[in-house]
C-alpha cells in the first residue's frame, strides 16, 4: 500500500474527504518527526511505540578496497509494534 492507497484507505474508513485524511496522516508524521528529533518517544498503546536507538561509533571496510575506515555515530528512527497489532497480524 503506498501513501495514496493509505489516504483512501483513511477517508473511507472514517467517512471523512481524502483532502482531510491526507491532512491527518501528514500531521500525523510531523508530529512524530519532531517528537523523535527531539529524542522522545511516540506510543500508541495496542499499536506501537516509535523511538529513536542510538547507534555508537563502529569500525567497518570499504567493500571495494577493503580498507578500514570509521563508521560515525547516529541515530535511527525505530519501530516496535504493540502486543494488540502482533496478534492481530498473526491470526
Do not use: W, Y
Given at each position: ?63 571495494q578496497?577493503?580498507?578500514?575506515m ?15 497489532l ?6
Open positions: 500500500m503506498n501513501k495514496t492507497e493509505l489516504v483512501a484507505a483513511m477517508a473511507d474508513q472514517a467517512g471523512i474527504s481524502k483532502k482531510d485524511a491526507e491532512k491527518a496522516l501528514k500531521a500525523f508524521t510531523d508530529v512524530v518527526a519532531e517528537e523523535l528529533k527531539k529524542d522522545g518517544k511516540v506510543q500508541l498503546v495496542g499499536f506501537g511505540t516509535f523511538e529513536v536507538t542510538k547507534r555508537a561509533e563502529r569500525e567497518g571496510r570499504n567493500p578496497s577493503g580498507e578500514p570509521k563508521i560515525a555515530a547516529s541515530k535511527a528512527p525505530k519501530f516496535k509494534a504493540g502486543k494488540a502482533k496478534d492481530m497480524v498473526n491470526a
